[in-house]
Structures are given as structure tokens and as C-alpha cells.
């Protein structure tokens, strides 16, 4: 049975969900023909959230050292590509499904799920045990006896509530499509699952024409898809996604130091976009991906708990060196100081750019009781950071009249070209001070018969609901200060 904590917390997942499709940030895929599972589309305060995320991520990659610099791959790449990545033969999840509901799972998920469910009732020998167990069947491929597993532990389907399961098969994790018009083998290419190779593949043209030394990074943003058996809770696990992803190249033997490094920077940059310390931790691999000798989850405290944001992976030579295997060429860099040439050693950090929106969203959402007494009412809005908000401010004349409309216009149209601001005259001034709430726009600019005669606004502030009068003349800077990059940027 779900505990009391539980079912709020869920609650308030819902509450998430619904508020982003009623605001305009995410909507189901295709909605009018009921949607397509685990794809969305980000609205019109969405794409402006996200863009500003990324930007976050781009300019404290590029911007903040003089050693990384960025790139646009393609998303289709060579096919070899992917035999030389490890991802044709290993990218896999094991997944059965059971006969009665016809609903397909991933198998070592389910185990997990037993282990969690005696981990909750205080037997954490046998959650530990089953763990191992498994760690120890997927690491021989023993399918079979994954399969035998989740029988002895009588794990039934959720929604039949049966144990007849098909046995499990390994599914690769992979989409692919034609290239060209002619079907053969030989045509058939993959949507990339990471945006990783299209950075390896670049390795030495980046690094020859950008005279790049070592140690340096490239950093790239860009769509990847998974087929994913079971996509659950919004954006946070989908079918196409988009990663932020980093690749260092250090000295061989010089990666557990910038692995160390990485490890603190990239904590430091989740918070300084705003996501609290307490909710932020680490989760140490234990089991190593075949390609890495280090490996570390940043985890952010989602109302389902804690979940991946971002691994960062001590990758070794491996991508580099298989790459140069499979395509008969070097990939190989010249160290002047140790007059030599070596594969480098990679350190990467990889950020999904929606699970991050998704930690940014449910962190802003607030629900808050205002006023005393009779006055006493609900609010809700979203306590994004400035910097990351869709708008930066709302221009809003109080009425629809005596020339503050134009008066508006005229302060709208000098400082669109700086900020992302809306300009309103439509409704109450309340009843647009709480849109911009729901959308989480920090400043709202009140334009009033005061305006007309001594050129001063009433600036509101979204969290605490205070009003300040400035001149009209500061706004651009006030409003520019708060909701600079900078203020992110610094913390990093
Ligand atoms: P998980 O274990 O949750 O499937 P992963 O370990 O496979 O994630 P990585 O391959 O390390 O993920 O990818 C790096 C980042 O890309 C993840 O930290 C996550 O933020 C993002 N990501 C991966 N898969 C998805 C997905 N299906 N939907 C959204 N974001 C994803």
C-alpha cells in the first residue's frame, strides 16, 4: 500500500503534468489522434523554457572555458558508426511480456521493483541478494535465468495480476530506417541513440582546425531516440529526447582527475539554475557500462523520487580507439610536451535536456495559501529563475484607456529587442498579474495614470508579490540585471 507521503507527492506530479499542457509547455504528440506514447511537443512557454536551459548548459560550457568548444552534428551517421559505438550488438534491454494482459516490461525492472518492495518492508538482505542475483544473470546474458528468477519470486503483471510471462528476449533499444530508395542491409541506418559519436567522429577535425591542445572538450546539444519497452512519467523518459552532452579528451591516465572535476562542476551548474542542494545527489555505478572505468548519475529528487538527470562517465579510449579499428584510420593526437602520439582518454558529461526542464518545472511549481481571514485564497505559479523564465516581463497597461495603452506600447516596443517580453491589455490587472503567475514571468510592469505624468511603472515581483515604483528610463537595466545569464553563470 502507498504511503500517506506518497500519494501527496503523486498528487503533485499530476498537478505538474496537467499545469504544463494547461500553460502551454508540453503537449502529448499528435493529441488529436490521442497521441503517441512517450513523445511530446514543448508550446509556446515550453520551447522558450528549454532554449533557455540549453542555452544555460552552452554558455557554461563554451563560454566559461577557453578549452571547449561546440558542435552540430547530424543525426544520421554512418551505420558502422554504431557496430564500432557497441550499441548494434549490446544497445539492449531484456524484456518479456506477460500473455494474459499483453503488456510488455522490462524484465530487470520488475526484479528491481521486488527487490524495492522487500527493501520497504525491512528486508534489505534479500533486496540486496536479488540485486546481486540479477547483476550477476544480465552480466552472463542468462536470460533464461532472468526469466526463472522472476518466477521463483512469483512476480505477477500489474494489471492481470498473472505469472504467465513469455520467456524474455533481449530488444534492442535502437530505431532504424532506409536510407535511399533501394531496401537492402546495406541501407540501413540508425536515429542516433546519443549524440556522443557525432562528437567522437569529429574528434580530429575539430581538434586540427581548431588547433585544439589537450586537455579540451567538445560539446553538442542535439536530438537522440530510444525505443524505449516501458515509457513512464512524462518527459522523462521518452522515445525522442534531447541530450546535452560534453566529451573531454584528457591525457591517458590524467581521466580519473577531470572525471573528479567534472563530477563537482557539473553539480554546481544544476544548482545554479535553480535546483535545491537538498534534492541533488550522486549515484555511483557500480556495474560499469562495458565502454567506462568510472561512472556517476546526478540524481534529482523528482515527487517519484530520485532519478537520473545526467551521467558523467570516465569513457576511456574505448570510442576512439573501436573507431579507429572499424574505420582503418587514426585517431590519434600528438603531444608535443611528451613528444608522443596516444588515443586520448575521455571524460564525458551527458545532461537530458527534458529531464532537466522536467526538475526545473516540478521544483518551480508552487502551491501557496496568501492573505489572512476572509481574504485567504490559493496561489500557484512557477518560481523559475529569472534567467530561465519563458518571459522576462509582462508590459501591462491598467486599463484600456486614457492613452495607456499607447504609453505601454511605446515602453514594449523599446525594450523588445533586449528582453523576451509580452505586452496585455486584455482583462483585469489581477487576472493578468496571475497568468503571468501560471507561467512563471517574474516581472509585471504596470502602466498607470502616475505614468503619464511623471514617466514612472510599478514594477511587480512574481514570488513575494511586492511593488516597486522606478522610472521608466531604469527598467531596461533593472530588468536585464535579474534576468541575466550572468547571475547563473557566476555560480558555476
Ligand atoms: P536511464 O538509465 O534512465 O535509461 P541512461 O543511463 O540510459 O538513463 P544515458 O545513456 O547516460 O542515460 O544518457 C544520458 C542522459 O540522457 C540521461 O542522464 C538522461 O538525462 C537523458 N536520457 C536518456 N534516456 C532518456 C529518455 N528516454 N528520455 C529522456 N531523457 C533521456
Known amino acids: 500500500m502507498e504511503d500517506k507521503t506518497t500519494i501527496i507527492e503523486n498528487d503533485i506530479f499530476k498537478n505538474v503534468v496537467s499545469h504544463a499542457k494547461e500553460y502551454g509547455f508540453v503537449f502529448p504528440s499528435s493529441e488529436i489522434y490521442d497521441g503517441l506514447q512517450a513523445v511530446y511537443d514543448y508550446g509556446q512557454n515550453g520551447v522558450e523554457l528549454k532554449n533557455n536551459i540549453k542555452q544555460a548548459w552552452w554558455k557554461a560550457m563554451t563560454q566559461l572555458h577557453e578549452n571547449i568548444v561546440g558542435i552540430d552534428a547530424a543525426i544520421f551517421m554512418h551505420p558502422t558508426t554504431w557496430k564500432a559505438s557497441g550499441h548494434v550488438d549490446g544497445f539492449n534491454d531484456p524484456m518479456i511480456d506477460n500473455k494474459d494482459s499483453k503488456k510488455r516490461y522490462r524484465a530487470d525492472v520488475l526484479v528491481e521493483e521486488k527487490a524495492a518492495e522487500y527493501a520497504a518492508k525491512g528486508e534489505q538482505t534479500k533486496a540486496d ?9 544480465l552480466e552472463s546474458n542468462d536470460l533464461k535465468g532472468v526469466y526463472d528468477l522472476i518466477v521463483e519470486e512469483k512476480i505477477t503483471c500489474p494489471v492481470s495480476g498473472t505469472c504467465n510471462w513469455t520467456e524474455v528476449r533481449q530488444f534492442n533499444l535502437m530505431f532504424s530506417t532506409q536510407l535511399g530508395s533501394v531496401a537492402d ?8 541513440p546519443e549524440t556522443a559519436q557525432g562528437i567522437f567522429v569529429n574528434f580530429l577535425n575539430v581538434q586540427k582546425t581548431g588547433r585544439m591542445k ?3 572538450g567538445i560539446a553538442q546539444i542535439g536530438k537522440a531516440f530510444r525505443n524505449e519497452i516501458v515509457a513512464r512519467q512524462f518527459t522523462f523518459r521518452m522515445r525522442e529526447f534531447e541530450q546535452m552532452e560534453m566529451q573531454f579528451f584528457v591525457r591517458p591516465g590524467d581521466e580519473m582527475k577531470y572525471y573528479e572535476e567534472w563530477k563537482t562542476l557539473r553539480l554546481k551548474w544544476h544548482k545554479a539554475i535553480g535546483l535545491p542542494a537538498e534534492k541533488l545527489k550522486y549515484h555511483k555505478h557500480e556495474k560499469l557500462a562495458h565502454y567506462a572505468n568510472a561512472a556517476v548519475d546526478i540524481e534529482y529528487e523528482f515527487p517519484f523520487g530520485y532519478k537520473e538527470i545526467e551521467g558523467i562517465h570516465s569513457r576511456t579510449d574505448f570510442d576512439l580507439g573501436n573507431h579507429e579499428k572499424y574505420s582503418k584510420k587514426k585517431l590519434q593526437y600528438f603531444d608535443n610536451e611528451l613528444n608522443k602520439n596516444y588515443v586520448p582518454y575521455v571524460v564525458e558529461t551527458s545532461a537530458g535536456a527534458d529531464r532537466v526542464f522536467l526538475a526545473i518545472l516540478c521544483n518551480a511549481y508552487t502551491e501557496e495559501t496568501v492573505g489572512d481571514g476572509e481574504q485567504q485564497k490559493q496561489r500557484t505559479y512557477l518560481k523559475l529563475h529569472p ?19 499607447e504609453k505601454a506600447r511605446k515602453i514594449y516596443d523599446d525594450l523588445k529587442y533586449d528582453l523576451r517580453i509580452t505586452y496585455e491589455d486584455k482583462d483585469t490587472i489581477g487576472k493578468r498579474y496571475t497568468r503571468h503567475d501560471l507561467i512563471g514571468t517574474p516581472f509585471c510592469v504596470a502602466i498607470d495614470h502616475q505614468t503619464l505624468e511623471d514617466d514612472t511603472v510599478t514594477i511587480r515581483h512574481r514570488d513575494t508579490m511586492q511593488q516597486e515604483r522606478v522610472k521608466i528610463e531604469e527598467l531596461r537595466l533593472k530588468i536585464r540585471k535579474q534576468t541575466s545569464f550572468k547571475s547563473i553563470l557566476e555560480l558555476c
Open 214 to 216: 589537450i586537455p579540451f
Open 387 to 405: 534567467a530561465l523564465a519563458p518571459i522576462k516581463a509582462a508590459i501591462l497597461p491598467i486599463v484600456k484607456k486614457d492613452g495607456l495603452p
Open 129 to 137: 541478494d536479488l540485486v546481486k542475483k540479477l547483476a550477476r544473470l
Open 185 to 192: 542491409d546495406a541501407s540501413t541506418i540508425y536515429l542516433r
